[in-house]
């Protein structure tokens, strides 16, 4: 780990698609070396209480709550990611919690038609993998790789259930409009994911379009761009930084870490901004609550 990154504001825990629980997320974290991090799960704030209570036991360390939703746009789907969100806010989890049965109904539609290509999973299976986590297409994924059907779970998007494959099914979701005046009514702070793997898991080098939508998403209120992301190169991370200056956003980042069991994933702390990004979102996020 780069001894000067000690934020990552993208690590996933079992309330969602990661694999290790917002304790062990937390213990993992101090052991980097991190003193700031979010816990951004996939539709759902259910870990951030649990990291709470553990992070106490550790002073030095500050525990951004956060969300990470999937949200339409024209040409597919994006990932915005929300930080200092109100967890106790009713109508914010009552929103989420549509996003989630819609996980649910979309994982179901999956199986069967992993089924219908040979592959013999059951939803018993699945949910067995995802515990009481938001069930989702990683869970999916992991079923797959415990029945040897394959390796590792990115080969399960690249073969069968990424937006292209033939076990895909899609699922109601929010405009990115939509997304972002929920997360600022809440009181978080929007931000773009992984601009350059924003519509699939494999990276995109259209500059172009990457602006075009930064543009549109900053026009319904979008404050930072995911700058410093794990997957992303150091020519990547210098046009987004520059962009942020361009357009007056937080250049925000971390590892998007999930425990995979990937071993070419990137870990905590193996990419983070600096300080000032951390000084300028708490800084924005109590210009908005004085507001609300």
């Not at 905590?268 to 210009?287: C, R, V, W």
């Amino acid at each position: 780990m780069d001894s000067t990154i000690n934020i990552d504001l993208h690590l996933h825990t079992n309330k969602s698609d990661g694999t290790l629980s917002p304790s062990e997320i937390v213990e993992l974290s101090f052991n980097k070396g991190l003193k700031i991090i979010a816990i951004t799960d996939h539709d759902t704030t259910d870990g951030i209480s649990e990291a709470s209570d553990v992070i106490a036991n550790h002073p030095e360390m500050t525990l951004i709550p956060g969300i990470e939703l999937s949200v339409d746009i024209p040409g597919g789907e994006i990932h915005l990611l929300g930080y200092f969100i109100d967890i106790h806010d009713e109508s914010f989890q009552q929103k989420i919690e549509e996003f989630r049965l819609s996980r649910v109904n979309r994982a179901k539609s999956i199986v069967e038609k992993l089924n219908h290509l040979g592959l013999s999973i059951s939803w018993n299976e699945v949910k067995e993998v995802a515990q009481d986590a938001a069930i989702g297409r990683p869970h999916i994924a992991q079923v797959l790789v415990n029945k040897n059907y394959i390796k590792y779970p990115k080969e399960a998007f690249d073969r069968y259930i990424g937006r292209l494959g033939p076990a895909y099914a899609d699922r109601p979701k929010l405009s990115a409009e939509e997304a972002i005046k929920i997360l600022l009514n809440n009181g978080a702070i929007p931000v773009l994911a992984h601009p350059f793997f924003m519509f699939t898991r494999k990276k995109s080098s259209n500059t172009s379009q990457i602006k075009t939508i930064i543009k549109q998403l900053q026009s319904y209120g979008l404050v930072g761009i995911e700058t410093y992301y794990g997957k992303h190169g150091p020519n990547e991370v210098s046009y987004l930084k520059n962009l942020c200056k361009e357009l007056n956003l937080i250049p925000t980042g971390g590892s998007d870490f999930h425990n995979s069991g990937n071993p070419n994933e990137p870990k905590p702390g193996d990419a983070g901004p600096p300080m000032s990004t951390y000084i300028k979102l708490k800084e924005f996020h109590q210009n908005i609550t004085q507001k609300k």
